[in-house]
Nanobody, 112 residues
Framework: EVRLVESGGGLVQPGGSLRLSCAAS????????MNWVRQTPGKGFEWVAV????????DYTHSVKGRFTISKDNNKNTLYLQMNNLKPEDTAVYYC?????RGQGTQVTVSA
């Protein structure tokens, strides 16, 4: 059974940083293409970042390039999203995603 559990969200001031984690189980994590997506109230899901090639490659949506870094620890079956220089428009519920599976999400709120 695929299981994804996100953590690390919270309230942070603009310009601050957070690191999200996603503990994964039930599939071959080391080979998996893993994504972070986010959802804001009244909007659909927005893709944020992807890592593939065992974690050697990554890509980002334009609005977070240079500020967010996706990574994975294949020994710990954990996906990360390091978020720096956060902006109010980054406020959302963040989910890790494998194939069609998502976790319960973790809330990130960026506000002064």
């Amino acid at each position: 059974e695929v299981r994804l559990v996100e953590s690390g969200g919270g309230l942070v001031q603009p310009g601050g940083s957070l690191r999200l984690s996603c503990a994964a189980s039930g599939f071959r994590f080391s080979a998996a293409v893993m994504n972070w997506v986010r959802q804001t109230p009244g909007k659909g899901f927005e893709w944020v970042a992807v890592t593939y090639n065992g974690g050697a490659s990554a890509d980002y949506t334009h609005s977070v390039k240079g500020r967010f870094t996706i990574s994975k620890d294949n020994n710990k079956n954990t996906l990360y999203l390091q978020m720096n220089n956060l902006k109010p428009e980054d406020t959302a519920v963040y989910y890790c995603q494998y194939d069609d599976y998502r976790g319960q999400g973790t809330q990130v709120t960026v506000s002064a």
